[in-house]
């Protein structure tokens, strides 16, 4: 019968991983300087080659970012240029990268349903802070998109202070209740429009939408965002890079 062997973490990803739980208790805060990879070895008591390993494992997963010559900075979603499509994958046909207009529709209270308590790790009937908002290119909706969020790590958010900050989404969650979107999975699927959303989006009921639903999560994999994005792709389609 067969046994298995013991399996041992790397070094690095172990210090990797020790850094990670530093960013997740906010030791460094977005935008923030981390130590020198020489502080950091010292720190740890392993060499600089096994820290310069752990900060390159950690920016490969886009949680800090080097600068060359100035260091280790921890990533944020605040520096639009370099962030703003990381999530967004909706693009014109034409290939001009455009950043779409958010209008925030409503924000509302709701109890968290079996499927969504499944996917945040949440349970049924825990309280959410649920937000419909309107991406629109050039003036035109396209995405229609829902978003749940656990209540507990969103106190206070309110229709009126979403609207009050100049900035993503993302960037609005992080500087404003410290919770770091740090990477998600999605699913897509074609469907068609209901004529709720159809009135919205401006497309006849029944129409084809690119139905994108999202899971996002932050440090040590803790989904703390469910989304559906509703989108009409006449002139606009998903773009993802792989390799």
């Given at each position: 019968?067969?046994?298995?062997?013991?399996?041992f973490?790397?070094?690095?990803?172990?210090i990797?991983?020790?850094?990670?739980?530093?960013?997740?208790?906010g030791?460094?805060?977005?935008?923030?300087?981390?130590?020198?990879?020489?502080?950091?070895?010292?720190?740890?008591?392993?060499?600089?080659?096994?820290?310069?390993?752990?900060?390159?494992?950690?920016?490969?997963?886009n949680?800090?970012?080097?600068?060359?010559?100035k260091g280790?900075?921890?990533?944020?979603?605040?520096?639009?240029?370099?962030?703003?499509?990381?999530?967004?994958?909706?693009?014109?046909?034409?290939?001009?990268?455009?950043?779409?207009?958010?209008?925030?529709?409503?924000?509302?209270?709701?109890?968290?349903?079996?499927?969504?308590?499944?996917?945040?790790e949440?349970?049924p009937?825990?309280?959410?802070?649920?937000?419909?908002?309107m991406?629109?290119?050039?003036?035109?909706?396209?995405?229609?998109?829902?978003?749940?969020?656990?209540?507990?790590?969103?106190?206070?958010?309110?229709?009126?202070?979403?609207?009050?900050y100049?900035?993503?989404?993302?960037?609005?969650?992080?500087?404003?209740?410290?919770?770091?979107?740090?990477?998600?999975?999605e699913?897509?699927?074609?469907?068609?429009?209901?004529a709720?959303?159809?009135?919205?989006?401006?497309?006849?009921p029944?129409?084809?939408?690119?139905?994108?639903?999202?899971?996002?999560?932050?440090?040590?994999?803790?989904?703390?965002?469910?989304?559906?994005?509703?989108?009409?792709?006449?002139?606009?389609?998903?773009?993802?890079?792989l390799?």
């Amino acid at each position: 019968m067969p046994t298995s062997s013991p399996s041992f973490r790397p070094l690095y990803l172990q210090i990797t991983r020790l850094l990670e739980k530093s960013l997740d208790a906010g030791e460094w805060r977005p935008g923030e300087a981390m130590p020198s990879e020489i502080e950091l070895a010292r720190r740890y008591g392993v060499s600089q080659g096994t820290v310069r390993k752990a900060v390159a494992a950690l920016a490969a997963d886009n949680l800090v970012v080097r600068r060359q010559g100035k260091g280790t900075y921890v990533a944020t979603h605040t520096e639009e240029r370099t962030s703003m499509f990381r999530f967004l994958r909706i693009r014109r046909d034409d290939g001009r990268d455009e950043y779409p207009a958010s209008r925030l529709l409503d924000v509302r209270r709701f109890k968290a349903t079996a499927d969504v308590a499944r996917l945040l790790e949440l349970k049924p009937g825990d309280p959410l802070v649920i937000l419909r908002r309107m991406l629109e290119y050039s003036g035109d909706p396209v995405v229609l998109d829902e978003i749940a969020l656990p209540a507990a790590l969103f106190k206070g958010l309110t229709k009126s202070r979403v609207e009050a900050y100049h900035g993503s989404m993302y960037s609005f969650f992080e500087t404003q209740f410290g919770v770091r979107m740090l990477k998600a999975q999605e699913k897509l699927k074609a469907i068609p429009a209901d004529a709720a959303s159809a009135r919205i989006l401006n497309v006849a009921p029944g129409h084809p939408l690119l139905a994108v639903e999202r899971v996002t999560l932050t440090y040590g994999d803790r989904p703390v965002e469910w989304r559906r994005g509703l989108c009409a792709t006449h002139h606009h389609h998903y773009l993802n890079q792989l390799g």
